[in-house]
């Protein structure tokens, strides 16, 4: 189980490089199409072509990475929270068959497509085999993140966030342990001169007591 989330976290790490290229490429096609059409009045017609690809594959690897989260993905949670756990994790069990059925079904048809398609797209005349091949690669995505997502679940595994290492643990640990023993001292400290206050206190009365008893 632990290689296989080793593995999903490098798969996860390469889908959010290919998702921030993705999501660059769109803002700069779709604003360099808007500067072109208002000032030099001349539409980059090519734009909508990659666009839609790529928003299909912005749109399946981004539903793949949230699918690895608990609520990353719209669910609802009426009957799971008010059933016993055991009946919560078959709830969670015929989830999962029915997301991975979808999966497998989506990446199948993309296959077919892939196959079945020989077309060219119109302006750039590129094959639309790798626009396809957008929705195989988010079905494939979709079905490694749901079984994460599951496996977690099933053995009750809870995932550090990466912006929390292990040396910085033990740092906070030592910190917090020196602010604890300096605070003990503090108290110790303080302790110590309440009762040192006490003591001449008391001594001061009873010198009084004395000098008092002497004048008599």
């Not at 059933?83 to 989506?106: E, N, Q």
Request: charged share 25%; glycine share 6%; aromatic share 8%.
């Amino acid at each position: 189980m632990e290689k296989y989330r080793k593995f999903m976290k490098v798969v996860t790490k390469v889908e959010e490089v290919i998702l921030s290229v993705a999501m660059l490429l769109v803002l700069v096609l779709t604003f360099g199409n808007v500067i072109a059409r208002k000032i030099f009045m001349h539409s980059w017609g090519f734009t909508e072509e990659i666009t839609v690809a790529v928003f299909v594959l912005i749109s399946l690897l981004g539903a793949g990475c949230a699918a690895q989260e608990d609520g990353g993905l719209v669910n609802l949670n009426l009957i799971p929270e008010r059933v016993s756990p055991k009946a919560a994790k078959v709830l969670r069990t015929i989830s999962w068959i029915c997301c991975m059925v979808y999966a497998a079904v989506l990446t199948y048809e993309g296959v077919g497509r892939m196959i079945a398609d020989n077309t060219l797209t119109p302006i750039l005349h590129i094959h639309k085999y790798w626009f396809w091949l957008f929705i195989v690669v988010g079905g494939i995505s979709l079905m490694l993140h749901l079984t994460c997502n599951f496996i977690n679940a099933m053995t009750g595994y809870t995932e550090v966030p990466e912006y929390i290492e292990a040396d910085d643990d033990e740092e906070e640990a030592e910190a917090l342990v020196e602010e604890v023993e300096e605070g003990e001292e503090k108290i110790a400290e303080e302790k110590a001169e309440a009762a040192a206050e006490k003591t001449a206190a008391a001594e001061d009365v009873a010198e009084n007591s004395e000098k008092g008893g002497d004048r008599k």
